[in-house]
Nanobody, 129 residues
Framework: VQLVESGGGLVQEGGSLRLTCVASPPRFRRLRDYSVAWFRQGPGPATERKEREFVAGITPAAETTQYADSVKGRFTVSKDNRESTAWLQMNNLKPEDTGVYFC???????????????WGQGTQVTVSS
């Protein structure tokens, strides 16, 4: 499945952003069969996929969610299987949340980025202090 992220941007500390991840093309391989996870890559030179930090994830039927400790209580992951779309709502953003955010999909939800075979191109999130 191919994924396309959107919704990144520049926001002040304490602000909010909502990232969207859409499966493409929508008529094939809908997200209902996949767990979706969000990873981020910090500022600086591009790193290998295995160095991306797990942020949040959700299982195929959206029955279970998982979050990194650094974002618990501030970020919320969700998905709509009818629309083949997943979201990451980010509130009370901090400068350390700055980075490129990627969505990834695969059958099993895990915090290991090397497990995921489908990735989006990434969307930049910048939080100013």
């Amino acid at each position: 499945v191919q994924l396309v992220e959107s919704g990144g941007g520049l926001v002040q500390e304490g602000g909010s952003l909502r990232l969207t991840c859409v499966a493409s093309p929508p008529r094939f391989r809908r997200l209902r069969d996949y767990s979706v996870a969000w990873f981020r890559q910090g500022p600086g030179p591009a790193t290998e996929r295995k160095e991306r930090e797990f942020v949040a994830g959700i299982t195929p039927a959206a029955e279970t969610t998982q979050y990194a400790d650094s974002v618990k209580g501030r970020f919320t992951v969700s998905k709509d299987n009818r629309e083949s779309t997943a979201w990451l709502q980010m509130n009370n953003l901090k400068p350390e949340d700055t980075g490129v955010y990627f969505c990834a999909a695969d059958m099993l939800l895990t915090t290991n980025p090397e497990w995921f075979n489908s990735w989006g191109q990434g969307t930049q999130v910048t939080v100013s202090s």
